[in-house]
């Protein structure tokens, strides 16, 4: 940990190294590293406290460990979408949803060359990919929260299951608003740390669905 935390400083300096100084703009690929590196060292620091909170019981994994694994995935790839959004500055285009402007698909989508870069140069393709991975991760979580709650579940687990889903809510409202506002800073910041409540419960689920702890 402490080891991580070091190297998260120097990740720092080198982002701050790459703008700040005459503009106020850093690049959007060491923004999102250092945003990856916060959750990263953040994860393992919750992973070690959970453990040490709840000691594993048993090696027998519950059913929807998977599951709860993959969306949790799902929320880290959304989240790294976030950061190239904040990063290009790209919530202060296509101010408007579920269309962006008159499109469902904005016209520059491809258009820089070679088709890659789009995925991390462009601003309208970036915007639209964290659109795409937010919505999907949103229903995910709603199929998520509909199929366990039909199932026999320890207290400490549907508490979980139910927070994640009142959470998904939220960040989505907040991440609307955010942009049909055109970013105030206290509410992008705001769609940022509950970013990071969602990324916790999520955690919480992985871990107590991992060691037959969900008692
Ligand atoms: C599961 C849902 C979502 C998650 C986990 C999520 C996560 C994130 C994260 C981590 C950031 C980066 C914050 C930063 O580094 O400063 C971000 C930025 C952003 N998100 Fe989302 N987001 C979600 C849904 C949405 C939705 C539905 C929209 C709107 C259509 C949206 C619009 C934005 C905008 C405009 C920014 C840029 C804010 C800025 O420039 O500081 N988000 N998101």
Known sequence: MFVLGGM?????????????????????????AHLIA????????FWVALSLLFPPRSAERHPWYGKTLALTALITVTIIS???VAGLKAGKIYN??????EYWIPPDFLALEPAWRNFFDNMAT???????LAITTFALIVAYWANLRKSEL????????????HTAVLQVALGI??????VPVLLAATHQAVAML?????LYLVHALRFGNSA
Not at 24 to 32: A, C, E, G, N, W
Not at 127 to 132: C, G, K, M, S, V
Not at 198 to 202: D, E, G, M, S
Request: hydrophobic share 45%; no cysteine.
């Open 198 to 202: 969602l990324f916790t419960i999520a």
């Open 126 to 132: 970036v915007q639209f990919d964290h659109r795409i």
């Open 177 to 182: 608003s955010t942009l049909l506002l055109v």
């Open 154 to 165: 320890p207290a400490r687990v549907r508490r979980g299951v139910n927070a994640l889903l």
């Open 38 to 45: 916060t959750f990263l060292i953040y994860a393992y620091m």
């Open 82 to 84: 976030g950061g190239f």
């Open 8 to 32: 998260q400083g120097v990740l720092g300096w080198y982002m701050v190294k790459s703008g700040l100084v005459d503009n106020p703009h850093v690049s959007q690929y060491r923004l999102t």
């Open 96 to 101: 408007t949803f579920p269309k962006m402007g």
